[in-house]
């Protein structure tokens, strides 16, 4: 597959001497330790300008990084739910407005959590609750204001919620209908449409796409998005004949280098998950994940197979946060939220290079994509550190720095 991408910088506008400090960068992570390696893919005018791979793809195997690596993408997987959300909705399935009650009546009569300090311990502890003002909509769910996040409320004794009782960034163990009956008894960390705080509204929403359309989250995907998209690696999983392309997720030190993980972040994605989460669930490649950001970037459609109409598009790359705050660190400042992506302000607010417009996101274990409508041009940064967030931004404004035409 890798043979059909072929680099042409000078027809994409880009500069190859400038995105030559692109290696330079990563590789200085990489000889420092803080980085066993990773790939960055860049198209402009339809044009591949930049395509490389830096590293080793499994250091303690001497494997290097492969083109067609596999990553855990963790909440990249969001906006695939919101694409298949949006989906339902040119169908007509819901409004935007809609309480998401109407499907899920777990979440009918919803109360908020009352806080507190602990005089004896300064700590934030629950003090009661109250009814929700009003409900939470579909939209809160795509923007991030259902009043979720990923630690939940506080208790009596001042530990979080979520991880009291088994609700974690990436949910397993349970289904998806299981999971949000554990999620409607909890109350919400504030009321919603208030703030944006990012968390588990996206594994909601599809919950949402399931019982709507009566298939699994992964049916849907498959069946509506990865084949028309022939996005033929994407899964909620791995299959035993790919294994060898999973790179392994790697974890920061104390020192500033990085350490293979155990356990679930680096074995659970090798088998079929009992909950297919819609807000952190996926396994891709660049390749595919360029499939699925190419789509976006024209309007809704790819090699004569449609999936948006370019004005649904033009909604959820749209602002819809308005004027609410933000009270996680997450959304940068200068950016406002469409449905399911983070939206520049552009250099005025921002003190960034993107442009106004420019929409993206990027997962837990350092992956990343953005869309920029006004360049005509998309990107995809894949590493596999967890929590290793500041690599994507550099990839993005060494990418922009290259433009040259």
Excluded at 18 to 34: N, Q, W, Y
Excluded at 318 to 326: E, F, H, M, T
Excluded at 390 to 399: C, I, Y
Aim: proline residues 7%.
């Amino acid at each position: 597959m890798s043979a059909t991408l072929s680099r042409n910088p000078e027809a994409a506008g880009l500069s190859p001497q400038r995105l030559s400090r692109i290696r330079t960068k990563m590789e200085k992570h990489i000889d420092a330790g803080r980085m066993a390696g990773g790939l960055g893919l860049i198209m402009r005018r339809g044009q591949v300008g930049y395509f490389e791979t830096w590293g080793m793809g499994d250091t303690e195997a001497g494997a290097p990084m492969r083109e067609d690596a596999i990553f855990r993408i963790f909440s990249m997987t969001k906006a695939v739910t919101g694409v298949a959300a949006m989906m339902l909705f040119e169908e007509g399935a819901f409004a935007l407005a809609d309480p998401i009650s109407n499907f899920m009546p777990e979440f009918r009569d919803m109360r908020v959590a009352v806080e507190s300090p602990d005089p004896a311990t300064s700590k934030m502890v629950l003090t009661g609750t109250v009814p929700a003002a009003r409900p939470i909509s579909v939209l809160d769910l795509m923007r991030h204001t259902a009043g979720f996040n990923y630690t939940g409320p506080h208790d009596e004794k001042g530990d979080l919620v979520y991880p009291q009782r088994g609700i974690q960034p990436v949910p397993g163990g349970f289904t998806s209908a299981e999971f949000v009956k554990r999620l409607a008894g909890i109350p919400l960390v504030r009321e919603p449409g208030t703030a944006w705080d990012y968390g588990l509204g996206t594994d909601v929403l599809g919950r949402l796409v399931e019982v709507i359309s009566g298939q699994t989250l992964s049916e849907f995907f498959a069946q509506r998005i990865f084949q028309p998209l022939r996005m033929l690696d994407t899964a909620f999983h791995v299959h035993e004949e790919k294994w060898d392309r999973l790179v392994p997720i790697y974890s920061p030190t104390p020192a500033g280098t990085i350490q293979r993980m155990t356990g679930p972040f680096q074995d659970g994605f090798r088998h079929p998950p009992e909950m297919c989460a819609g807000g952190a669930g996926l396994t891709s490649t660049a390749f595919d994940y360029l499939r699925f950001v190419r789509m976006l970037l024209k309007g809704g459609e790819l090699d004569g197979e449609r999936l948006l109409s370019p004005l649904t598009v033009e909604l959820m790359r749209s602002d819809v946060l308005g004027d609410l705050p933000a009270v996680s660190p997450l959304l940068a400042a200068g950016h406002g939220f469409g449905l399911t992506f983070a939206i520049s302000k552009g250099p005025s607010r921002t003190a960034t290079l993107p442009p106004a417009g420019q929409y993206r996101w990027g997962g837990a274990a350092g992956t990343a994509f953005w869309i920029d409508p006004s360049q005509d041009m998309a990107g995809i940064f894949m590493i596999q550190t967890l929590l290793d967030l500041a690599k994507r931004g550099e990839f993005m404004q060494l990418a922009y720095q290259s433009i040259i035409d």
